[in-house]
């Protein structure tokens, strides 16, 4: 039996909460497909399962901008929607990957690509970013890479 897509648990958990008249949840789920389907077909592809996630990955940037804005503006009620969104974003990624995890991905990409100075940072988010989307957040792995080639240097 092969592993379900991140599209069809998506799917089985809207009908599950229609079941449920989970109201809230329901919408949000209704989010994430709408963007699936909304890639889809302006770009006449299928999603992958790393797209989902890189889809996934930026809805929760998204709503984590907000609430930063929601806090800033004074609006915690509309600061608590976005992160009961982003809650159940979550629920469809993979097991988030601890600090060691991540920097030992990132010493063995800086090793294979031969990585050196600065310049060669792109080298290494090439081979990070399809293991690590949807895993860890980008930035910071971004800023663990600067920090292991700077200290080569």
């Not at 890189?54 to 609430?67: C, E, F, G, P």
């Not at 600061?79 to 469809?92: D, H, L, R, T």
């Not at 310049?119 to 792995?141: C, E, F, N, T």
């Amino acid at each position: 039996m092969s592993k379900k897509s991140i599209k069809e648990q998506v799917t089985e958990e809207m009908k599950a909460a229609m079941r449920a008249q989970a109201k809230e949840r329901l919408n949000v789920i209704r989010l994430i497909l709408a963007d699936f389907k909304r890639i889809e077909v302006d770009e006449r592809i299928v999603l992958d399962e790393t797209r989902e996630l890189a889809v996934l990955d930026k809805m929760l940037k998204q709503r984590r901008d907000s609430i930063e804005q929601f806090n800033a503006a004074g609006r915690p009620e509309l600061s608590a929607q976005e992160q009961y969104e982003i809650e159940v974003i979550q629920s469809f990624m993979p097991a988030a990957l601890s600090e060691e995890e991540i920097t030992e991905m990132v010493s063995s990409a800086i090793k294979e690509t031969n990585a050196a100075a600065m310049q060669d940072m792109a080298k290494v988010m090439a081979i990070l970013k399809p293991k690590l989307q949807g895993r860890a957040d980008m930035g910071q792995v971004s800023a663990k890479i600067k920090a292991l080639l700077s200290a080569k240097n």
